[in-house]
């Protein structure tokens, strides 16, 4: 079900959220916190896996030489891990 459309900027345009819904500024039912916090972890366990895979592997650079290595990947998701949590309220420890 959509609710809302919204114009996205040079981040959506990458792939990542970069302008919020107007109902991400409402509060979550206990219920639906839960299940969140749930799929979150499912994220987080998936990422782990995928970089257990990747460890010692070479990684193919983009087309004009660019890209991370595994390292720069794990520390970029980190990063924004830890910044859209903050937002939220929560801590990464």
């Known amino acids: 079900m959509i609710r809302e459309r919204l114009e996205g900027n040079a981040t959506t345009d990458f792939g ?6 107007s109902n991400d500024a409402g ?4 219920a639906e916190q839960a299940r969140l916090e749930t799929v979150l972890k499912a994220c987080w ?15 193919r650079t983009g087309p004009r030489g660019g890209g991370r290595q595994l390292q720069g990947i794990v ?5 924004a ?4 949590t903050g937002q939220v309220g929560w801590k990464i420890p």
């Open 45 to 59: 366990r998936a990422f782990d896996q995928a970089m257990e895979k990747a460890r010692g592997k070479t990684l």
């Open 27 to 30: 509060p979550l039912g206990e």
């Open 75 to 79: 520390e970029h998701v980190l990063g």
């Open 81 to 84: 891990d830890v910044s859209y």
């Open 16 to 21: 990542a959220p970069g302008v919020a819904p």
